[in-house]
């Protein structure tokens, strides 16, 4: 695979969460005399994962709709359209094979918790980047959303067990994103910090551009990511739309 198609499947990632199957088991070798030799089965680990920092053992499945809610995390916990400003609206995203998911007649859905959260990390940094094991959320929720210039945005919602936890992630998420700089095939730079909110633009080589608005609130971290061709003219959008988002992600 080319090293551009690589990073704007990335890109497609991050703000959609595609995932692949698993691959099907080996068929038995037929043997000289016409029997079988067995051949092993790998056993699924069934403890749960502990490092969002780590890619998970087995993708997201794609074999039935998810639900349109994550356990306590609903709609309710995604800003309204209309506060993240004029003409945005909710998209009901059909899924597919290419993003890796089967769609559910609504905006919302739910994730799997250690893959949304190990695929909103930088991958692709020019720098190296820290290697400390990241807490992983309980519930995930993405809400997917049309800019008024019809480009593709989300809003993914992290609810951890505890404040402690969210705080973790979210601090080791920034650590990331800053230690990631701008050479590489993905460059990320910084539009503004806060002390509870941070703005970025992700940009991958030879594809699209995107502004991200991380933010936590109580026990859940927020990421707004939205795709834009002038992504240095977002940073007052980007800290307009922080309060929006702090009003609900926590709400229970």
Same mark, same amino acid.
């Given at each position: ?19 692949a199957e ?6 038995p070798t ?69 993003? $890796? ?8 859905? =739910?994730?799997? %918790?250690? @893959?949304? /959260?190990?695929? +909103?990390?930088? #991958? ?50 920034q650590a ?41 609130? $109580? ?8 795709? =834009?061709?002038? %992504?240095? @003219?977002? /940073?007052?959008? +980007?800290?307009? #739309? ?11």
């Amino acid at each position: 695979m080319k090293p551009a198609l690589a990073l704007a499947l990335g890109a497609v990632a991050l703000l959609y969460g595609c995932s692949a199957e698993p691959a099907a088991e080996p068929a038995p070798t037929p043997t000289a005399t016409g029997g079988t030799v067995p051949v092993p089965t790998n056993t699924l680990n069934t403890t749960p994962p502990t490092d969002a920092a780590e890619p998970p053992a087995l993708p997201e499945q794609a074999t039935a709709p998810p639900p349109a809610a994550a356990g306590p995390v609903s709609a309710k916990n995604l800003p309204a359209p209309a506060k993240l400003g004029k003409g945005w609206k909710t998209y009901t995203d059909p899924g597919g094979a290419e993003v $890796g998911f089967v769609g559910n007649d609504t905006w919302t859905r =739910s994730r799997a %918790p250690q @893959q949304a /959260a190990y695929e +909103a990390l930088p #991958v692709g940094c020019g720098n190296p980047l820290p290697t400390d094991s990241l807490p992983v959320p309980a519930h995930a929720l993405q809400g997917t959303y049309r800019t008024p210039a019809a480009k593709p945005a989300t809003v993914l919602v992290l609810r951890f067990a505890d404040s402690t936890r969210a705080k973790a992630y979210y601090t080791g998420y920034q650590a990331r994103m800053t230690a990631c700089g701008t050479k590489g095939g993905l460059q990320v730079k910084q539009l503004w910090s806060s002390p509870d909110a941070v703005a970025a633009v992700r940009s991958y080589e030879a594809a699209e551009a995107f502004v991200e608005v991380s933010t936590l609130e $109580g026990s859940t971290v927020a990421l707004l990511a939205q795709s =834009s061709t002038t %992504p240095d @003219q977002q /940073a007052a959008w +980007a800290r307009a #739309v922080v309060p929006a988002l702090q009003a609900v992600i926590d709400l229970p």
